[in-house]
Nanobody, 115 residues
Framework: QVQLVESGGGLVQAGGSLRLFCAAS????????MGWYRQAPGKEREWVAT???????NYASSVKGRFTISRDNAQNTMYLQMNSLKPEDTAVYFC?????????WGQGTQVTVSS
């Protein structure tokens, strides 16, 4: 089992920055890749970014160049640095871990970008 807890969300003006955190615990040795997803009101959950083995990263086109995903394996923490935020980035952001024994999700953290 893997437990994920997100933090760092909040209210920010357009053009501002936020840094999200995802703390992993439990069977973290079994994690193969991690990522961030988001869900805006009335919309389906969408993929934002992934970080895999060898620190491979990939981003949705809507955030590429503005968001940076990273992780600290010693601290079992993943980050999402979000710069140049736009109102359309407003959503609940979820942390995801793909592990040997299953697929795990955090409870989400709200990000609100005002215009």
């Amino acid at each position: 089992q893997v437990q994920l807890v997100e933090s760092g969300g909040g209210l920010v003006q357009a053009g501002g920055s936020l840094r999200l955190f995802c703390a992993a615990s439990g069977s973290t040795f079994s994690i193969n890749a991690m990522g961030w997803y988001r869900q805006a009101p009335g919309k389906e959950r969408e993929w934002v970014a992934t970080i895999g083995s060898g620190d491979y990263t990939n981003y949705a086109s809507s955030v590429k160049g503005r968001f940076t995903i990273s992780r600290d394996n010693a601290q079992n923490t993943m980050y999402l640095q979000m710069n140049s935020l736009k109102p359309e980035d407003t959503a609940v952001y979820f942390c995801n871990a793909i592990a040997r024994f299953g697929d795990y999700w955090g409870q989400g953290t709200q990000v609100t970008v005002s215009s």
